[in-house]
């Protein structure tokens, strides 16, 4: 079973990009028909699903953050991030990466809490 952690500040100030990378142990990020996906839930909400890589590199992205979304991939160290631009504080959340996408999620990341503040 594949593992994922995230990892990136806690911390942002508003207008400034949003990055982080999710790392993958236990299985390949290229294996075929596998998705890895960005997920977030800001505090007294639900569960916002942000965009997805492929195992072919091929990005999908939520069409209200697709504007400001960005996810890419580094295959040598089983890796792919999540850029966010122009953030604020209504992008305050808990961001999560997870296996999967439109057929259902597998493993998540425990998570990892970013505030939008100065």
């Known amino acids: 079973q594949v593992q994922l952690q995230e990892s990136g500040p806690g911390l942002v100030k508003p207008s400034q990009t949003l990055s982080l990378t999710c790392t993958v142990s236990g299985g390949s990020i290229t294996t075929n028909y596998y998705y890895w996906s960005w997920i977030r839930q800001p505090p007294g909400k639900g569960l916002e699903w942000m965009g997805a890589i492929a195992y072919s590199g091929s990005t999908y992205y939520s069409p209200s953050l697709k504007s400001r979304t960005s996810i890419s991939r580094d295959t040598s160290k089983n890796q792919f991030t999540l850029q966010l631009s122009s953030v604020t504080p209504e992008d305050t959340a808990v961001y999560y990466c997870?296996?999967?996408?439109?057929?259902?999620?597998?493993?998540w990341g425990q998570g990892t809490q970013v505030t939008v503040s100065s």
């Open positions: 997870a296996e999967g996408g439109d057929y259902g999620f597998g493993s």
